[in-house]
């Protein structure tokens, strides 16, 4: 039972990457997702969140309007679209998945690095 978080990378401030996340082991279906972050020196921040029917949303104040989230059902991954980087987006992104009424994450992913450059 794994996650892994996919498609980080460098870029320049204003450009764009997405992130996958998919699992393996398990399906992706009846679970929310969220994406954290941490950054060098920093701790984890949650980054956005999306139900596991994918019609409810959330996201940080930080990444409001510039990321989203969405899922593919069929294909059992899960996407942040990045849009307008900042430097201070520079971080190691995670996806990890969450059960139905669970409190808390049952599965962490690996990260990627997203490193924004000025």
């Known amino acids: 039972v794994q996650l892994q978080a996919s498609g980080g990378g460098l870029v320049q401030t204003g450009g764009s990457l997405r992130l996958s996340c998919a699992a393996s082991?398990?399906?992706?279906?009846?679970?929310?997702i969220g994406w954290f972050r941490q950054a060098p020196g920093k701790e984890r921040e949650g980054v956005s969140l999306?139900?596991?029917?994918?019609?409810?949303?959330f996201y940080a104040d930080s990444v409001k309007g510039r990321f989203t989230v969405s899922r593919d059902k069929a294909n059992s991954v899960v996407y942040l679209q990045m849009n307008n980087l900042k430097t201070e987006d520079t971080a190691v992104y995670y996806c990890?998945?969450?059960?139905?009424?669970?409190?808390?994450?049952?599965?962490w992913g690996r990260g990627t690095l997203v490193t924004v450059s000025s």
């Open positions: 990890a998945a969450r059960s139905p009424g669970a409190d808390e994450y049952d599965v």
């Open positions: 082991g398990f399906s992706l279906h009846y679970y929310a």
């Open positions: 999306i139900s596991s029917s994918g019609d409810s949303t």
